[in-house]
């Protein structure tokens, strides 16, 4: 029973998913998507309450914006240097893909910007969470807080690379580059790590005890020429 009714909320959740493609945010009602997921209203109510709650379910358990472990996964290959930079670059390339391959999130992106309502409140709501997941991840695999310069530079070079996402679905160019070729997203990917790696210095490595006295020496005239008794 309890496998059934996991099914029958999975098939309606994704048919809230395909209501919005054919129809928009304007067709979304629960007759809607009962119809669509072949289900009585009155059940549709029962497992869900209200469009409102619908609505929450659709954005947290659908497959609208991507997941932590998508980006930096456990099971994906990491950076070529364990750095905030690269980890930046990897993120926001990884970010771009993800986006790329889904369509409806792009029309629900446009539609966010000219028509806000309950849905892309929820959906915002799980990006934001979803960023901030984002970013302590990362933090724990380098044992070091972001500092507001890596979240700044970070946000702006998601929301370029968004923008021209959702640009791309309805137009074909931006400043002439053809946002349909995948060279032109390669070359994307390459501006990305030169403004990365450009904008964010590392911090410089702590030295222990002994090598910062090491250090001292070496970089004091006094102390090089100082004889030892």
């Known amino acids: 029973m309890i496998r059934n009714r996991e099914a029958t909320t999975a098939r ?8 919005l493609a054919r129809e928009g945010f304007r067709g979304l009602s629960m007759r809607a998507v009962a119809r669509e997921a072949g289900v009585d209203k009155r059940l549709l109510s029962r497992y869900f309450g209200d469009l409102d709650r619908l609505i929450a379910a659709y954005a947290a358990g659908s497959d609208f914006w991507w997941t932590v472990d998508e980006l930096v996964g456990d099971h994906l290959p990491g950076p070529a240097e364990n750095t905030w930079a690269a980890w930046l670059v990897l993120a926001v390339q990884r970010h771009t893909r993800a986006l790329r391959e889904r ?3 792009q029309e629900i992106l446009a539609w966010e910007l000219i028509a806000p309502n309950a ?3 929820e959906l915002s709501a799980v990006r934001e969470r979803r960023a901030a997941e984002l ?3 990362i933090q724990a695999k380098l044992g070091t807080d972001a500092d ?10 998601a929301a370029a690379t968004t923008y021209l ?8 160019f931006y400043l002439g580059i053809d946002l349909h070729a995948e ?3 390669k070359q994307f990917d390459q501006a990305i790590e030169t403004i990365a790696r ?5 911090p410089e490595p702590r030295l222990g005890a002994k090598t910062r006295t090491a250090a001292a020496v070496s970089t004091n005239p006094a102390s090089a020429s100082r004889p030892r008794r």
């Open 198 to 202: 450009g904008a964010i210095s590392e």
């Open 135 to 137: 970013v302590q991840r």
């Open 119 to 121: 849905l892309t409140e």
């Open 148 to 157: 507001f310069s890596w979240r700044a530079i970070g946000a702006l070079m």
């Open 183 to 185: 060279d032109s997203w």
């Open 165 to 172: 996402i959702v640009r791309g679905h309805t137009c074909e």
């Open 12 to 19: 309606i959740v994704e048919a809230v998913g395909r209501v």
């Open 103 to 105: 369509e409806l999130t």
